[in-house]
């Protein structure tokens, strides 16, 4: 199948989302394109229901509510998804580019725009013997490795076994409803954001919540694919056994970018380089938004990518309508082009 547009945007995370609504107020119509099967990226991915807290006017909006309201503003413009696929070929034209998918479907496009995020993603997985039999049981039973179903943990006994911002934001959210919630850390300092990890701190000093440092992950205990046990250990081989139902390990995530990485766009450190001044890539007529990218000062918060975003569609449509002036206006006195 073939197709034609002004914009392919890669990835349907918050900055693809943004980036089409963005697209639709300067009139380009854009494709969508994502290896995943449902739009959302990480946040409806892996967890659609953590609480995120620095999206402006919004104290807090959980992930999957903030991808249903993003999906919803990007609506009136009718973009065209093709989920559960990968562009696997990015082709120069004369007239812009042509996006080959993974499915054989072709996309002459004048533009391209990635936001695909961190690219492809897996969890880090803890090097402990018999792991295997305590995966993919289900939502709080087991391993589990995102929390999708905040609901499935209530009256659970949980075991979190990281220091990052998922481990803690997930202990003080499931200290509310589980039975248990013990922190397994190789340290008493946590790489958490300075509130999260205070509340964490105050949590633990009500007895809502066991720090249990300085330990790391010695091995399970369990049967037949039921978890009954974590045994930690100290660095010096003292261990302890940890009543749980479920262990939640936050080591971070894989990523690789895939067929991004064949594209020849100059690369920092794994991801896009781009000009901030436009958002495009090294590559003329492509641009990036999001996580994917990066430049000086580049603050990796959904709030940037948004900012990012409208900055690429505004780049896009120059790139798109060479020599045309763009007569922009606030969207308090336009209104959404072919909206209500």
């Given at each position: ?5 002004d914009?392919v ?12 609504f963005?697209c639709?107020?300067v009139r380009?119509?854009?494709h ?16 659609p ?9 919004q ?11 993003l ?6 413009f009718?973009?065209t998804y093709?989920?559960?696929?990968q562009?696997?070929g990015?082709d ?6 042509t996006?080959?998918?993974s499915d054989g479907?072709?996309?002459k ?8 995020g961190?690219?492809a993603?897996?969890p880090?997985?803890p090097?402990?013997?018999?792991l ?6 289900g939502q709080?039973?087991?391993i ?9 943990f209530r009256g ?9 911002d998922?481990a803690v934001?997930?202990a ?6 589980a039975?248990?919630v013990q922190v ?7 790489r958490?954001?300075p509130?999260?990890?205070?509340k964490?701190k105050a949590?633990?000093?009500?007895g809502?919540?066991?720090?249990v440092v ?7 205990d369990?049967?037949?694919g ?5 045994i930690?250990?100290?660095l010096d081989?003292?261990t ?7 262990m939640l ?5 894989a990523t ?5 990485a064949?594209?020849?766009l100059?690369?920092d450190?794994n991801v896009?380089?781009?000009d901030?001044?436009?958002?495009q890539?090294?590559?003329?007529g492509?641009f990036?938004?999001g ?8 603050l990796?918060?959904?709030l940037?990518g948004?900012?990012?975003?409208a ?6 449509y120059?790139?798109?309508h060479?020599?045309?002036?763009l ?12 909206g209500?």
């Open positions: 199948m073939k197709h034609e547009t914009v945007v890669v990835g349907a995370g918050p900055a693809g989302l943004f980036a089409v963005q639709g107020m380009l119509k854009c969508v394109v994502d290896a995943l099967d449902a739009v959302g990226g990480q946040c409806a991915a892996l967890y229901e953590k609480p995120i807290y620095d999206v402006p006017a104290p807090s909006i959980l992930a999957a509510d903030l991808i249903e309201r999906t919803e503003q990007a609506k009136p009718a973009p093709h989920l559960g696929r562009m696997v990015l120069k034209t004369e007239s812009g580019f996006c080959t998918l479907t072709e996309i496009a004048k533009v391209v725009l990635i936001a695909a961190s690219g993603f897996g880090n997985r090097p402990l013997d018999g295997e039999a305590y995966e993919g049981k709080g039973a087991g589990n490795y995102f929390v999708t179903k905040r609901e499935a659970k006994r949980v075991v979190i076994a990281g220091g990052g998922s934001d997930w003080i959210s499931l200290s509310e409803l039975a248990s397994v850390h190789r340290r008493p300092k946590f958490a954001a509130e999260s990890e205070a964490l949590l633990s000093d009500e809502k919540i066991e720090l300085p330990y790391q992950l010695h091995s399970l369990g049967a037949d039921k978890l009954n046990a974590v930690v250990a100290t081989g003292q302890r056994r940890l009543d749980a139902d479920v390990p936050f080591f971070g995530l690789e970018l895939g067929p991004i064949l594209w020849g100059a690369m450190r896009i380089a781009v901030p001044a436009n958002m890539t090294s590559v003329p492509i990036a938004a996580d994917i990218c990066t430049y000086p000062g580049k990796k918060l959904i940037s948004f900012a990012e975003a900055r690429a569609a505004h780049s896009a120059e790139a798109a060479p020599g045309e002036a007569h922009f206006e606030h969207s308090t006195s336009m209104g959404v082009p072919g209500k």
